[in-house]
């Protein structure tokens, strides 16, 4: 199984702040790399697909970036609704398989 | 607008088994697959595998084969997912999400959206 770890689990940020969240996986994935956002109690919304896509209707400060085995999430300037939790998924080869998540917090 | 609605939450007892229902609307229903992940309380997500909507294929997450089926229903637009044999470690939320992957699974690249709201099954003596 491809293993993903995601860096940090969890930061501290202010509004305004520009975010980045690393996803690395333990072998090459092509750019077969998704995100997703976790409120609490929610399901998970796409953010982002194919590492660099942006899903339709999600803002322009979210993007992503990178290919084979390192990526990135950026949340270029943080709004208050961004406080979440933040997944990468691996979707190169089954089992599909997620990084253990990044908890962005109010700081 | 597309959407997933899953049927409500369970309670069962070690041993038995859970069937947990996904209505699709707001696309044509065998154009695309659907995966399931499930989310155990305070922890990560966990994908279980995943039934093409077109031609029932399966592609089935190693530690749950044997005890996990899912299935479609095209007439109604329904994805269903049954887990047997239920362990305590079962207990999570289980959410259904539309793939974008309808055909062969080995192909890399798909992905989640949207997701069902989710269903919580709990394990419990």
């Known amino acids: 199984d491809i293993q993903m770890t995601q860096s940090p689990s969890s930061l501290s940020a202010s509004v305004g702040d520009r975010v980045t969240i690393t996803c690395r996986a333990s072998q090459s994935i092509s750019n077969y790399l998704n995100w997703f956002q976790q409120k609490p109690g929610k399901a998970p919304k796409l953010l982002i697909y194919?590492?660099?896509s942006l899903q339709s209707g999600v803002p322009s400060r979210f993007s992503g970036s990178g290919s084979g085995t390192d990526f990135t999430l950026t949340i270029s300037s943080l709004q208050p609704e961004d406080f979440a939790t933040y997944y990468c998924q691996q979707s190169y080869s089954t089992p599909r398989t997620f990084g253990q998540g990044t908890k962005v917090e109010i700081k | 607008q597309v959407q997933l609605v899953q049927s409500g939450a369970e309670v069962k007892k070690p041993g038995a088994s859970v069937k947990v229902s996904c209505k699709a609307s707001?696309?044509?229903?065998?154009?695309?697959?659907i995966s399931w992940v499930r989310q155990a309380p305070g922890q990560g997500l966990e994908w279980m595998g995943w039934?093409?909507?077109?031609?029932?294929?399966?592609n089935y997450a190693q530690k749950l084969q044997g005890r996990v089926t899912m299935t479609t229903d095209t007439s109604t637009s329904t994805a269903y997912m049954d887990l047997r044999s239920l362990r305590s470690d079962d207990t999570a939320v289980y959410y259904c999400a539309r793939d974008t992957s309808y055909g062969d699974y080995a192909e890399g690249g798909s992905w989640f959206d949207p997701w069902g709201q989710g269903t919580l099954v709990t394990v419990s003596s």
């Open positions: 039934i093409s909507a077109y031609n029932g294929n399966t």
């Open positions: 194919a590492a660099s």
């Open positions: 707001g696309y044509t229903f065998t154009t695309y697959g």
